[in-house]
């Protein structure tokens, strides 16, 4: 049982690309939440999302900023044209039965 | 306004000392977690409570739901325990946690 793998570890962008966030739940979880964590801030959550909906996205910001949990493959956070204040760290993470686990997140770096 | 506090905000202690982290919170609630994160690292959770007391090892939560209070203990402290130690609050909807601010903990050998 491998946890909730994240990936990439770590990005980089620049001012204007898109960033694409990947997820994958513990086996057995479908539920997945992400987090943001802004530098010397907490964290904040972000959206709630279920395979193929997503039910809480009260987090997100308006614009620029979706997600999605397909049916197969990992949930993925999108971020268009992404601008400096987007540099974070972003977490997701995956209930069950037993719990909820982290994973070990996103470093996001727009330059 | 943060619906959870923390305290202390920063914490250093010598190799041995016994460490004590509060976590108060404002609403009613169906779980308080505490989370552990290294620098530049991932979360890890060490505690779901949702009455009483649990040990894993060193550390010991506890939570008094009357007073809305919760805290950490760290029993022989070792410099590896060096980490942000972050209270977190399930508020019955199971959609969502909201995070302190974390308490950053320093063990110096």
């Known amino acids: 049982n491998a946890g909730v793998m994240q990936n990439p570890r770590h990005l980089v962008r620049r001012r204007g690309q898109e960033a694409r966030l990947r997820c994958s739940p513990m086996k057995g979880h479908s539920h997945v939440y992400w987090y943001r964590q802004l530098p010397e801030e907490g964290l904040k959550f972000m959206v709630y999302l279920q395979k193929e909906n997503i039910i809480d996205e009260s987090g997100m910001p308006k614009e620029r900023f979706s997600a999605e949990f397909p049916k197969e493959g990992p949930s993925i956070l999108r971020i268009q044209q992404v601008v400096r204040g987007d540099s974070a760290a972003y977490f997701c993470?995956?209930?069950?039965?037993?719990?909820?686990?982290f994973g070990s997140g996103t470093r996001l770096t727009v330059v | 306004k943060n619906e959870v506090e923390q305290s202390p905000q920063n914490l250093t202690a010598q190799e041995g000392e016994f460490i004590t982290i509060n976590c108060s919170y404002s609403v009613g609630i169906s779980a308080l977690h505490w989370l552990q994160q290294h620098p530049g690292g991932g979360i890890v959770s060490l505690f779901m409570l949702s009455s009483g007391k649990k040990k894993h090892g060193r550390l010991i939560a506890t939570i008094n739901i009357q007073e809305k209070h919760s805290s950490l203990h760290i029993t022989a402290s070792h410099p590896r325990d060096s980490a942000v130690y972050i209270c977190a609050y399930d508020p019955n909807t199971g959609n969502q946690f909201y995070f302190g601010t974390g308490t950053s903990l320093t063990v110096i050998p």
């Open positions: 993470a995956s209930s069950g039965y037993y719990g909820y686990t």
